[in-house]
């Protein structure tokens, strides 16, 4: 795999997780570099004219009023890492870890950060040995940025925390020999640059995006398959209709349904003298659901995308190109644009999921799923089939609702006031996260369901496309003879969906 080039650009959401969860080998630019040195050199500058700068030579938040003497700017940086590694909980995956890496090592070759080219080489040479930092996922308010966070990273580059390496937790220090890697002391205003930014809270979200955008453009695929099985009209997807309200999601949505669904025998089998004149809204309006989805999505990939090319720390270093400068203080570390976003994805993807439950419902209720066996069971009664998969279903969207309330208007002052607005943006992300991996359940509940459906209509075919879709689904799980533990098929399935084996109905 070619290596990603670092040059503070912009990245996409592919390239994040290329490098987080296919290990893709990251260089930096020298242009990056020599943006990087100059920056140093202005921070080294002001330090030799004994200037006063927040973060260079002051004590941090509520306490940047402290002057540090020049003998005690090394301490300062370290104390800064040692007294923000307060993470409590899990610790984040090892790709959301590599994600951080990435993010944080781009974020100072933009080269405002004045830090040194040390630092951020040795960034990516975790990355590349395979050394990722164990950071506890709790503890971010998102402003300063994620401070907890990113401590939790910064401790291992000067050889303290723990680290995975080869799959192994252990000392950070360890980690470092084991790779054949060095710790570094950190320089005035280096902690700082490490600690300031909202690369935790970006990089969960940008994974949990990635695959919610596969979970929002799949659910076409199994809500194609659950129309088959109910013998629904694809009537409802014809183009005129969505250029009529032409969202650009829509319009995409209703032509994948119809690309899915072309051909199909068992729409030409009830297309005379079917007594319905339309579906319910939850086949019906796929287009408008599953389209606003897909828009919701969009737009939150181009905020992270945004983001992952920003410079997000404080204060920010300007040089000029007669080689002066300025260091300004702003609050580019504030997580308002994310965690807007997370919540605005929450709730779209939350809405996706019920759509699809209601399908399930429909596909398994024996009042309304157009002549299926009750709860598609092969002998109902005497086997209860697929019955509790919709109970399964209605549990994972009822902590979707939960956790689809926001976690941006939660402000609570921190820093003794100083910090007195917070984004609270990581908890949005872990939201999310959790949202994305109830939805990816709940699609394969619904594929699972819609494949057992398309049995009983047997031996009519779907279309090309969603007979290729029951394929993938009946390399996982085979088809429902008499009643067994479903956890496992359900899991299963929810695992193939995460790892792509359905990535080619996701456009």
Same mark, same amino acid.
């Given at each position: #795999?070619?290596?990603?080039?670092?040059?503070?650009?912009?990245?996409?959401?592919?390239?994040?997780?290329?490098?987080?969860?296919?290990?893709?080998?990251?260089v930096?630019?020298?242009?990056?570099?020599?943006?990087?040195?100059?920056?140093?050199?202005?921070?080294?500058?002001?330090?030799?004219?004994?200037?006063?700068?927040?973060?260079?030579?002051?004590?941090?938040?509520?306490?940047?009023?402290?002057?540090i003497?020049?003998?005690?700017?090394?301490?300062?940086?370290?104390?800064?890492?040692?007294?923000?590694?307060?993470?409590?909980?899990?610790?984040?995956?090892?790709?959301?870890?590599?994600?951080?890496?990435?993010?944080?090592?781009?974020?100072?070759?933009?080269?405002?950060?004045?830090?040194?080219?040390?630092?951020?080489?040795?960034?990516?040479?975790?990355?590349?040995? $395979?050394v990722?930092?164990?950071?506890p996922?709790?503890?971010?308010?998102?402003?300063?940025?994620?401070?907890?966070?990113?401590?939790?990273?910064?401790?291992?580059?000067?050889?303290? $925390?723990?680290?995975?390496?080869?799959?192994?937790?252990?000392?950070?220090?360890?980690? !470092?020999?084991?790779a054949?890697?060095?710790? !570094?002391?950190l320089?005035?205003?280096?902690?700082?640059?490490?600690?300031?930014?909202?690369?935790?809270?970006?990089?969960?979200?940008?994974?949990?995006?990635?695959?919610?955008?596969?979970?929002?453009?799949?659910?076409?695929?199994?809500?194609?398959?659950?129309?088959?099985?109910?013998?629904?009209?694809?009537?409802?997807?014809?183009?005129?209709?969505?250029?009529?309200?032409?969202?650009?999601?829509q319009?995409?949505?209703?032509?994948?349904?119809?690309?899915?669904?072309?051909?199909s025998?068992?729409?030409?089998?009830?297309?005379?003298?079917?007594?319905?004149?339309?579906?319910?809204?939850c086949?019906?309006?796929?287009?408008?659901?599953?389209?606003a989805?897909?828009?919701? !999505?969009?737009?939150?990939?181009?905020?992270?995308?945004?983001?992952? $090319?920003?410079?997000?720390?404080?204060?920010?270093?300007?040089?000029?190109?007669s080689?002066?400068?300025?260091?300004?203080?702003?609050?580019n570390?504030?997580?308002?644009?994310?965690?807007?976003?997370?919540?605005?994805?929450?709730?779209?993807?939350?809405?996706?999921? $019920?759509?699809?439950?209601?399908?399930?419902?429909?596909?398994?209720?024996?009042?309304?799923?157009?002549g299926?066996?009750?709860?598609?069971?092969?002998?109902?009664?005497?086997?209860?089939?697929?019955?509790?998969?919709?109970?399964?279903?209605?549990a994972?969207?009822?902590?979707?609702?939960?956790?689809a309330?926001?976690?941006?208007?939660?402000?609570?002052?921190?820093?003794?006031?100083?910090?007195?607005?917070?984004?609270?943006? #990581?908890?949005?992300?872990?939201?999310?996260?959790?949202?994305?991996?109830?939805?990816?359940?709940?699609?394969?509940i619904?594929?699972?369901?819609?494949?057992?459906?398309?049995?009983?209509?047997?031996?009519?075919?779907?279309?090309?496309?969603?007979?290729?879709?029951?394929?993938?689904?009946?390399?996982?799980?085979?088809?429902l003879?008499?009643?067994?533990?479903?956890?496992?098929?359900?899991?299963?399935?929810?695992?193939?969906?995460?790892?792509?084996?359905?990535?080619?109905?996701?456009?």
């Amino acid at each position: #795999m070619d290596a990603l080039v670092l040059n503070g650009q912009a990245l996409t959401l592919p390239e994040i997780e290329s490098v987080a969860r296919n290990s893709r080998p990251v260089v930096i630019a020298e242009a990056a570099l020599e943006r990087v040195s100059a920056s140093r050199d202005l921070i080294e500058g002001i330090l030799a004219q004994g200037e006063t700068v927040y973060g260079v030579n002051t004590g941090f938040g509520k306490l940047s009023d402290v002057r540090i003497p020049s003998g005690s700017l090394a301490q300062l940086q370290t104390n800064l890492v040692r007294s923000h590694a307060g993470g409590v909980g899990q610790p984040l995956s090892e790709a959301e870890s590599r994600a951080m890496l990435l993010l944080r090592a781009n974020v100072l070759a933009k080269g405002f950060s004045g830090c040194r080219r040390q630092l951020v080489e040795l960034l990516i040479a975790l990355l590349n040995h $395979g050394v990722y930092p164990v950071i506890p996922e709790k503890g971010s308010v998102g402003a300063s940025g994620d401070l907890a966070p990113l401590a939790h990273l910064a401790l291992v580059l000067i050889g303290e $925390g723990e680290a995975f390496f080869l799959g192994e937790r252990m000392a950070g220090a360890e980690a !470092l020999r084991r790779a054949h890697l060095s710790p !570094l002391a950190l320089a005035a205003k280096e902690g700082l640059a490490l600690l300031n930014g909202t690369q935790a809270m970006t990089a969960v979200g940008s994974l949990a995006v990635a695959r919610a955008l596969r979970v929002a453009r799949l659910a076409d695929a199994s809500g194609a398959m659950s129309l088959e099985a109910l013998m629904g009209t694809p009537a409802a997807f014809d183009a005129r209709i969505h250029e009529a309200r032409p969202h650009a999601g829509q319009v995409a949505a209703a032509r994948h349904l119809l690309i899915l669904l072309e051909g199909s025998e068992i729409r030409e089998a009830h297309r005379q003298h079917d007594s319905r004149v339309q579906d319910a809204y939850c086949l019906r309006c796929m287009p408008q659901v599953h389209g606003a989805v897909r828009g919701v !999505l969009d737009h939150v990939r181009g905020v992270l995308e945004v983001e992952a $090319g920003s410079a997000t720390d404080n204060p920010l270093v300007f040089v000029e190109s007669s080689g002066g400068g300025d260091v300004i203080s702003g609050g580019n570390f504030h997580g308002a644009p994310l965690a807007y976003a997370f919540d605005y994805a929450a709730i779209g993807l939350t809405d996706l999921a $019920g759509i699809t439950e209601r399908r399930i419902d429909r596909l398994l209720n024996p009042d309304i799923n157009e002549g299926l066996p009750a709860f598609l069971s092969p002998d109902p009664g005497l086997s209860s089939g697929f019955m509790i998969a919709q109970i399964v279903a209605a549990a994972l969207i009822n902590e979707c609702q939960v956790l689809a309330h926001p976690a941006s208007t939660g402000t609570i002052p921190t820093d003794g006031g100083k910090e007195d607005h917070v984004s609270m943006g #990581m908890t949005g992300a872990l939201k999310l996260r959790q949202i994305v991996e109830h939805a990816e359940r709940i699609i394969a509940i619904e594929l699972m369901c819609a494949a057992q459906g398309l049995e009983f209509r047997r031996p009519l075919k779907s279309s090309r496309e969603v007979e290729q879709v029951y394929e993938a689904v009946r390399k996982v799980v085979p088809p429902l003879q008499q009643d067994r533990v479903l956890s496992g098929d359900i899991d299963a399935l929810a695992a193939a969906v995460r790892l792509g084996a359905f990535n080619p109905w996701c456009p």
